[in-house]
């Protein structure tokens, strides 16, 4: 009987004794659609801290999204369903140059069970007083890569496992990131709300545009670009408005437009950086 309380113990502290760190169990990762079939903006998805959980032996911790993570020091381990077991897919204790082997996601379109990629580059990026260390990777393997190459401390990837060739526009985009210390905005957009009438965010999200023609305004958002020229025009071509504007916000009244098909282009240094429609009804 005393053989079998110790390894008990035993089990339950070479189990829990490793320091879970990813994900926090504050963690949330906010997405939100970027197109397609519906206007941007429209859908979205919360995921987060579900409950721990003993798998093989382990202690993880699963997400409401299924999956299952275990860190060991610096490394993330997820459990590979289809394998039975823990595999490694981040590791943080790798230097720039060094190769590292990561587990590839079982895929339809690939026998790959592992992938390798180079850590092209670290830098730190500073949250809230909080400093979290990004991996810039290239994959060596032209079947699977981390979507826009990279992960990093507590977020990871931006769909946690690395992606299949790349991903279609239209797919959701990793909007917010927050924890119980940090707050990352991606959208310059409230994380958990959904905007109807977004009509256009860049890649790096410092460039939003809101078209409300039912309220006679459009908001331009930009962080941290030079001056922007604004032009508005209308089917056939003619300029209704063009103004430089150095604000990070910057609202445009166009009650007075009548009703029809317009565009709004946005220029940074000569250079066209936007351009959408508006209808106005």
Known sequence: ???????IIALLIVTIGFSQSFPLKSSKWYYANAGGTMP????????????????????????NNDLVFYSRNDS???????????????DFSANEGDTIELCA???ELSDLKSFKVIIDAINDEEYDGVTLKKYHTISINSD????????????????FLPVFGY??????YLKCYEDSSILINYSNIPCDSLIGNLIHINERGDLVIHSDPENGIIEIQSIGKEELVIELS????????????????????????????YLIRVRLRDKLIATEKIIMK
């Open 40 to 63: 941007p903006n429209t859908t979205l998805t919360i995921y987060g801290y579900e409950k721990d959980t003993i798998i093989n032996d382990t202690l993880g911790r699963k997400l």
């Open 105 to 107: 996601p079982s895929s």
């Open 144 to 159: 699977f890569r981390f979507e826009k190459d990279f992960y990093m401390e507590r977020i990871g990837a931006i769909y």
């Open 1 to 7: 009987m005393k053989i079998i309380v110790l390894n």
């Open 234 to 261: 209308d089917i056939s071509g003619r300029l209704v408005y063009s103004k430089r504007h150095d604000l990070d916000k910057t609202i445009i009244d166009i009650s007075s437009l009548e009703t029809g098909i």
């Open 76 to 90: 993330v381990f997820y459990y590979n369903v289809e394998q039975y077991k823990f595999e490694l897919i981040y």
């Open 167 to 172: 991903s279609i526009p239209e797919s959701d």
